[in-house]
């Protein structure tokens, strides 16, 4: 397949991988109301081209929370990234890397800090949720620390699990969700060899290094969906402080 624009990665990816993979990366929460006012939001933004400036000497280069970039650009974290590809966390952050940009690892990724953080020669950024299991957010912030992470990105935005309609149709959830996953996986064949056999573990690593047991894709619906904290609050982010004295991006705020 020919990749010549964003949205053809989009289509390589429906092509790729199973539907409970595709499905849970492309969708959103409810309905997907905000998705798609998101999609359509930021489509209508145009930029005003302005000629007869020497254009030469243009840098996209900046200064952010101490660390110098290529562009004003970080890649979010993403959950699972590892299912999507071979050991795809250790993917991303090379990629990031290479282009001069920081790479979020997420608290539910596949590869562990551990294996993520070592495979880069530029600082990793890392995202933690707000859980009730304190003791898995220290140990988090512990390992991030002692593994060279420089940035925490703290989400405050999901008190609850989100209600994700498409997942119960894909696949990914609802019933007899294992036996659909895994006849999804022996249609799609290229995925099955690289990731589904190449790519083990399959285990979130940051939960299991806590947990001291594999930590598939029932826990990730379950325990950590059990461990989300309603409660969270301002005074969570001193809770954080008391544990992390590097810089701390907040995300999630909308309405301040």
Not at 76 to 83: I, K, R
Not at 234 to 240: G, P
């Amino acid at each position: 397949m020919i990749i010549s624009a964003s949205t053809d990665y989009r289509a390589a990816a429906q092509r790729k991988l199973p539907p409970f993979l595709f499905h849970y990366i492309d969708g959103g929460a409810n309905a997907e109301h905000t998705l798609r006012r998101n999609v359509s939001d930021l489509a209508d933004i145009a930029l005003r081209q302005r000629v007869l400036r020497d254009m030469s000497q243009l840098s996209l280069e900046t200064q952010l929370l101490g660390e110098t970039l290529a562009m004003p650009v970080a890649l979010a974290p993403v959950g699972l990234t590892g299912m999507y590809a071979r050991r795809g966390e250790v993917q991303a952050a090379k990629a990031a890397a290479d282009k001069g940009i920081p790479f979020t690892l997420s608290t539910v990724s596949v590869c562990p800090i551990e294996e993520v953080a070592p495979a880069i020669s530029r600082p990793m950024w890392f995202q933690l949720y707000v859980l009730k299991d304190r003791g898995f957010m220290k140990n988090a912030l512990q390992r991030a620390k002692a593994a060279g992470v420089t940035t925490l990105v703290f989400t405050v935005d999901m008190p609850v699990p989100g209600a994700r309609y498409r997942d119960a149709h894909s696949g990914m959830s609802g019933p007899n969700a294992p036996l659909r996953r895994m006849l999804q996986a022996v249609t799609h064949p290229a995925w099955a060899v690289d990731v589904g056999l190449l790519g083990r573990p399959h285990d979130l690593g940051n939960i299991s290094a806590y947990r001291g047991n594999p930590t598939g894709l029932a826990d990730y619906i379950g325990w950590l969906g059990n461990n989300f904290d309603p409660s969270i609050s301002w005074q969570d982010l001193q809770w954080i402080r008391d544990f992390w004295d590097g810089p701390m991006v907040i995300k999630g705020i909308l309405d301040p």
